[in-house]
């Protein structure tokens, strides 16, 4: 499978959904902004493909600033245990939060729907499900372990 069909393979499952994007073809990367469910109320998607893989991030709309890094990096590190598909991640320069799933497309003569949607729903999932607690630590409000408690409530 080639980095092309890769992307057609992207575009088309984007377009079926109705979501608009953006392509730069220089980068190979895909980008695009979402509404989601909660008090993060929007995440931005950067898509980059490579010869023979592509990886979705979906940022965080804010950084963690440097009071609340170390408390936030409890939190992601928590919510990353037991995951199967994709992890959060924070850079410790900047503050920046994303989740960020991995497509090994080696060896692939086609790319399938299903697994199109599961690296874009399931980031977009993991920021809804989580996201209400990055909020609330990147506000100073609350405390890693008290938000995983509430994020992980029901499973």
Request: glycine share 8%.
């Amino acid at each position: 499978m080639t980095t092309q069909d890769m992307i057609q393979a992207m575009n088309s499952f984007l377009d079926d959904a109705g979501i608009h994007y953006e392509y730069d073809a220089a980068n190979d990367t895909i980008r695009f902004g979402t509404k989601i469910d909660g008090k993060l109320s929007s995440v931005r998607y950067r898509i980059h493909f490579n010869e023979e893989d592509y990886v979705v991030c979906v940022f965080c709309p804010m950084n963690a600033s440097d009071g609340v890094r170390t408390e936030m990096a409890r939190y992601l590190t928590m919510a990353n245990y037991g995951l199967r598909s994709g992890n959060f991640e924070m850079d410790f320069r900047d503050g920046e939060i994303r989740y960020k799933v991995y497509v090994d497309c080696h060896g692939l003569y086609d790319l399938p729907e299903a697994i199109v949607s599961r690296s874009i729903f399931v980031p977009l999932h993991m920021m809804e499900r989580y996201g209400d607690g990055i909020a609330a630590l990147l506000m100073g409000f609350s405390t890693a372990e008290a938000e995983i408690e509430k994020a992980e409530k029901d499973t």
